[in-house]
Structure formats: C-alpha cells, structure tokens
C-alpha cells in the first residue's frame, strides 16, 4: 500500500518540477489567431522577474541564451467559413428533387455560365428563367416553363446551366425567340454543340443558326476545327456559308467526306468549297479524290469534267450518285451521258441489277423509254431513295413484267405516285373526289355487324350471305368506273386489299365515289 503512495508522489513531483521551454498556446486568444509562444514561468512578480528565472532555468539545463525573450510562431491553418443558410436549403431540394449524387454532366464543369453579378457596366443583365413566380410540382418534381418574355431583356440575357436540364433547355429556347444576336453569341459553346439537333428544329431567323457557328467557334481559327467537332455540328453545318466552309481544313479526308455527304448543302456553298480544293489539290481528277469529293462534284464546273478520262467513271464509288443533291438537271443528264458511253456502263438493256444500283439519283434523269428498256431483274436495283426522286412521266412507261421484281418499299411508293397523278387529273377535270378512307370505314362497319348476326343467328346464314352477294353486285353503280392501263391495275391491286374492291370483272377504281 506504501508503494503506491510513494509511485504516485514521485508522479506528482515530477510534472510539478518539469521546467522545460515548450511551444505552446499562450492564451485563448491566440487560439483564433493562431499565434504560439514559449511556455513562461511566471510565478510571482513582474515580468522583469519572469525574464530572470526563464534565463536562469536555460542555463541550467545548457540551453542557448540566444533565443528572444518572446516569440510568435504563425501556424498555416484553414478556417472554416460559414455555410450560407439559403445555399445550404438550395442544395437540400436538389438532393430531394434529384437523388443524392446531384453533381451536373461535364457541360457545367467545363464552361461555367458569366459571372452576371459582376458586370458593373451591364446594369440590365440577367438570366432567363422559367421558374420566376412559379412555383408548383408534380408528382414532387417541378414543372417546366417558358420564362415570361414580357420581362426578357433582348441584348442582356445570359443562359444559367442548372441541374434542371429540361428547364435550361427551355430558357435557351426562349433566348433564341426573344433574343438577338448578341445574346446568342453569349451562350456556353459545348452547350450549343450538345443541343445542335434541337435547335435545327426551331423555326427562327436564318442570322440566329448561323450566329451559333461563332458561339462553337470561339477564337480557334476556322482550319483548326477538328472533325469530332463538325460531326457535332451537322444538323446546322447547312446555315454556314461557303466561304467559311472553303476556309476549313478540306487535306483532311475525313472532313471532305463529311462535305460531300452533307444532303443539305446548296450548290453555292459546294461550289465554292469545289473551287477552293481544286486549287489545293492539284491531283483531284484521279478516282480515289472524286469518290471522296461526293456532292462536291456538282460544284465542278461541267468543262473541268469533259477533260476527265472516260474510264475514270467506271472508277468512281457506287455511292457516290446517291450524294449529289446539289446538282440541277442539266448537271446530272451530264452525268448519265457520261456513264451511258461505251467505255463506262453502256445503254439501259446492258445493264445489270449492280450497275442500276451504282447509277443513284442519275436514274431520275432515265427517259421512259429507256427506262422500259432496262431488264426486268434489274428493276431490283432500285432503292426507295431513288424511287422518290423519279418523275411521274417516265414512271409510266415501267413494264408490267418490270413491277414483279421491284422491292415492296419501291413499289409502294410508284403505287402512290400513281394514285396521286390520277387524283389530281381528275381533279383538273372537274371531277369531286370523296376520299377513300369513307367507303373503307363504312365496310368495316358492316363487317362488324354481319359478324355479330352470324354469331347470334347461325340458322340465317344462307340469308346473309346472299344479302353480301346483292350488296357487293349493287354497290358498284355508284362507285367510278375509269379506264386504266394494265400496268396501272397491277399497281393498284398490289397496294388495296382485295376486300376493298367492289368487283373484280371489271378494271376500275372502287375507293373513289362521285356525286
């Protein structure tokens, strides 16, 4: 029992006798200022006294008498600022609105909107939102509105990218509507790449897509803009004008396919572009430049084309007459005479299911006659693209025995034309026309009801039937008869369901009433 008293008296005396200097916290003042001093052994008296006895315990122990009387020794520290209430409760409907890992897509950490707050000379800027005085939800999400435009501000808005993505997107829109140029040019540029396909859609100004190239551009020269960047642009390259796209950088063969593909482009811009690789390549005729050029090739002047060697186009891609939109007529009746020669594909009865597919567009330019000309398995090598393209008036002449191999897409679309080339002849004529769809509904009614009389009264079958056979003999009195060639009956029977038509001894339209 003694033992403990005497270890726990030596314990006591030693931290009572323990004189060292140490670096310590003088006051609880320094603690905010995070100022530290040594330890001072001030017992009773001055300050003076104090001074004499710390020296006197240095010597002591052999400790340097150079050390200053008192030192403050700064320690780097961060102090934690007070959380804005208002920020705080923000962030907490955020987490409710949207899950808790609420942290925006890369369009907010990359570009961040300006600072509106700052701008000391633009007294008028803001930022357009939908959310100003409204303030309900559904389904505890909150609705989406146009800002009003009333309080929109033309030449002062700026675009805030939130969380809220559909509501940014619906500010943007109402910047484009009530907005000018400026305020376009102040939108976010990956914001703009990553919208392209939805602005494409609106219908405003021609100057306001076209502003939106400035906005992607930014201050990267027009040669430096990269194809991943183009590729991003597409749904409003068409708004650019050629002088711009002649300044791109058209060595990279990626970025003159993604021209000459373009199917909006106009034979302006194509021809100026054509001009400006023309005097960059010199080597441009030769096949492997033309099958990239595409639709570049209707900017080239028709007499650059005549010098080319005619078994060049038998070199040329079999997409490449797919792609030129730009081109008039008369640039693609040239073509075809090109391709028809001897050396390239020959006349119309030579050619084959390969060679029709390879001709593209250039078959809208096929006379009738030629066309009847071509063989029947070859009609296989027409696309729904194609088919689209071609006039009425050479359609006409296609064969009979030419309509069994067309693809159902081609076919249905030849039906259409037919039946709209007829609608509007009658039309000149004088002749009203109640749409087809009248008589279609009205059978499907009686088939409804017949079917409901069968499954009540199977006795009375023969009756009902007989009924149908006097329906379908007399209904053809008022139905129109019109005198149609064979190859149109064929189309028409290949696009109506039989049970559309009121009778099949004679060859006549049924879907049509008069008065």
Not at 55 to 81: C, H, L, M, W
Not at 169 to 192: E, H, K, M, Q, T
Not at 262 to 273: A, E
Not at 384 to 408: C, D, F, G
Request: proline share 5%.
């Amino acid at each position: 029992m003694y033992i403990y008293y005497l270890v726990i008296s030596v314990q006591i005396t030693s931290v009572l006798c323990y004189h060292n200097r140490l670096f310590t916290l003088t006051s609880y003042e320094n603690i905010s200022d995070s100022q530290c001093g040594f330890y001072q052994l001030v017992e009773t008296g001055d300050i003076e006294g104090a001074k004499t006895t710390a020296q006197t315990s240095t010597k002591r122990f052999g400790i340097s008498t150079n050390i200053p009387d008192f030192t403050y020794v700064t320690i780097s520290g961060t102090t934690q600022r007070p959380v804005d209430p208002l920020l705080q409760f923000e962030d907490s409907i955020y987490r409710v609105l949207y899950g808790r890992d609420p942290d925006p897509k890369p369009i907010k950490k990359i570009e961040e909107p300006e600072n509106v707050t700052s701008n000391e000379t633009d007294l008028l800027a803001h930022c357009p939102t939908g959310q100003g005085f409204r303030g309900e939800v559904f389904q505890n999400k909150s609705a989406v509105h146009l800002p009003f435009l009333e309080f929109v501000h033309r030449g002062h808005c700026h675009l805030k990218i939130t969380k809220d993505y559909m509501q940014t997107a619906v500010n943007a829109f109402a910047i484009f509507i009530a907005g000018n140029l400026d305020d376009i040019l102040r939108l976010p540029s990956l914001y703009v790449l990553h919208s392209a396909r939805t602005i494409a859609m609106m219908k405003i100004a021609r100057e306001k897509m076209a502003a939106t190239w400035s906005v992607v551009k930014g201050s990267t020269p027009t040669e430096a803009i990269p194809y991943e960047t183009l590729e991003r642009y597409r749904p409003l390259f068409k708004y650019l004008n050629g002088k711009e796209m002649a300044k791109l950088n058209l060595s990279d063969s990626r970025i003159l396919s993604y021209i000459g593909t373009h199917p909006d482009l106009s034979r302006h811009q194509v021809g100026v572009v054509a001009s400006r690789y023309i005097q960059i390549n010199p080597r441009w005729t030769e096949p492997k430049y033309l099958n990239m050029m595409n639709n570049l090739l209707c900017g080239v002047p028709m007499i650059f084309m005549r010098r080319i060697p005619e078994n060049t186009y038998l070199q040329l891609t079999h997409q490449i007459f797919y792609h030129i939109r730009a081109c008039d007529p008369l640039q693609r009746r040239f073509y075809l005479a090109m391709m028809m020669r001897t050396q390239a594909l020959g006349k119309s009865y030579s050619w084959s299911a390969r060679e029709v597919s390879r001709l593209g567009l250039l078959l809208a330019e096929v006379s009738g006659q030629d066309l009847s000309a071509i063989n029947p398995e070859a009609m296989s090598g027409i696309t729904a693209q194609v088919m689209l393209e071609m006039p009425i008036h050479s359609l006409k002449s296609i064969t009979e025995m030419q309509l069994r191999y067309l693809e159902p897409k081609p076919l249905n679309i030849l039906a259409r034309k037919l039946i709209a080339y007829q609608n509007q002849q009658l039309a000149a004529s004088g002749v009203h026309i109640i749409p087809s769809f009248s008589l279609i509904s009205i059978h499907y009614i009686l088939f409804y009801l017949i079917s409901i009389i069968l499954l009540c009264k199977l006795y009375s079958l023969c009756i009902i039937l007989r009924f149908l056979r006097f329906y379908y003999r007399h209904c053809t009195l008022f139905s129109m008869h019109v005198e149609i060639t064979s190859f149109q009956y064929t189309i028409i029977l290949s696009m109506i369901p039989l049970n559309y038509y009121m009778s099949t001894n004679s060859k006549a339209i049924d879907c049509n009433f008069v008065y």
